[in-house]
C-alpha cells in the first residue's frame, strides 16, 4: 500500500457520459498530480495541484477538469466521454511543490473504459 | 522540452543474469532522473531517483543506476535477475521546475526460468 488511495478502481461507462476520480494523498503530502496512461500515448501528465491550489497544467482536454479540495484529496472529472478516454489514470502526491521535492508515490490507479 | 527514450521496447532475459535497461534524455541541464517498476495491474513503485552528486545510484530490489552526463544516459542495472522482477520499467525526467514528470515509453522485461 502506497498510501495514495484511488477509487474506483475499475469504472465501465457509456460515450457522452461524465465520471469522477477521486484521489486521497499520503498523509503530510501536499501536492497532487493527475496521469493519464493509455496504449498509444503512454504515460501523460495532465494536472498539478499543490495546497488546494493549480499549480502546472499539461496535455489535459478541456474535458476533463480537476480540483484538490480543502482536506487535499483531489476530483479529476471526465466529461462528455469519448471510447478514446479509456485509460487508466493515475494519481501521485508528494510533499512539496518545486524546490525541496523529493519524489512522488503514485496510487494503483482508475481504470477506465469507455464503451 | 525535455524527452525520454528507452530505445528497447522489451527485453528477454534468463533468472540469474544480468540485467541492464537503456534510458537516455533530453534536457539542456542536468535533470531530476528516475526509475519506475510497475507490475500488471498496479501503480508505479518508484526503484531509485538521481538529483545530484555520486553518479551511481542505489535502489530498492537490488537495483543501480548510473548518471552518465556526456551520454545523457541513466541505465538501470542488476547484478542477477528474479522471475519476481517481470514488469515493465519506465525511466522518467523532471526538468524545469513544477514536478511534472516525463516518462519513456517503457521497457517490458521478460524473465525465462
Known amino acids: 500500500d502506497s498510501g495514495v488511495t484511488q477509487t474506483p478502481k475499475h469504472l465501465i461507462t457509456a460515450t457522452g457520459q461524465r465520471v469522477t476520480l477521486r484521489c486521497s494523498p499520503r498523509?503530510?503530502?501536499?501536492?497532487v498530480y493527475w496521469y493519464q496512461q493509455s496504449l498509444d500515448q503512454g504515460l501523460q501528465f495532465l494536472i498539478q495541484?499543490?495546497?488546494?491550489?493549480?499549480?502546472a497544467k499539461g496535455n489535459i482536454l478541456e474535458r476533463f477538469s480537476a480540483q484538490q479540495f480543502p482536506d487535499l484529496h483531489s476530483e479529476l472529472n471526465l466529461s462528455s466521454l469519448e471510447l478514446g478516454d479509456s485509460a487508466l489514470y493515475f494519481c501521485?502526491?508528494?510533499?512539496?511543490?518545486?524546490?525541496?521535492?523529493?519524489?512522488?508515490?503514485f496510487g494503483s490507479g482508475t481504470r477506465l473504459t469507455v464503451v | 522540452a525535455q524527452s525520454v527514450t528507452q530505445p528497447d521496447i522489451h527485453i528477454t532475459v534468463s533468472e540469474g543474469a544480468s540485467l541492464e535497461l537503456r534510458c537516455n534524455y533530453s534536457?539542456?541541464?542536468?535533470?531530476?532522473l528516475f526509475w519506475y517498476v510497475q507490475s500488471p495491474g498496479q501503480g508505479l513503485q518508484l526503484l531509485l531517483k538521481?538529483?545530484?552528486?555520486?553518479?551511481l545510484v542505489q535502489g530498492i530490489k537490488g537495483f543501480e543506476a548510473e548518471f552518465k552526463r556526456s551520454q545523457s544516459s541513466f541505465n538501470l542495472r542488476k547484478p542477477s535477475v528474479h522471475w519476481s522482477d517481470a514488469a515493465e520499467y519506465f525511466c522518467?525526467?523532471?526538468?524545469?521546475?513544477?514536478?511534472?514528470?516525463?516518462f519513456g515509453t517503457g521497457t517490458q522485461l521478460k524473465v525465462e526460468l
Open positions: 495541484y499543490y495546497n488546494g491550489e493549480e499549480r
Open positions: 498523509s503530510g503530502d501536499l501536492s
Open positions: 522518467a525526467v523532471e526538468a524545469g521546475g513544477g514536478n511534472k514528470l516525463t
Open positions: 501521485a502526491s508528494s510533499k512539496n511543490s518545486g524546490t525541496g521535492y523529493k519524489g512522488y508515490t
Open positions: 538521481y538529483f545530484s552528486g555520486d553518479t
Open positions: 534536457y539542456g541541464a542536468t535533470p531530476y
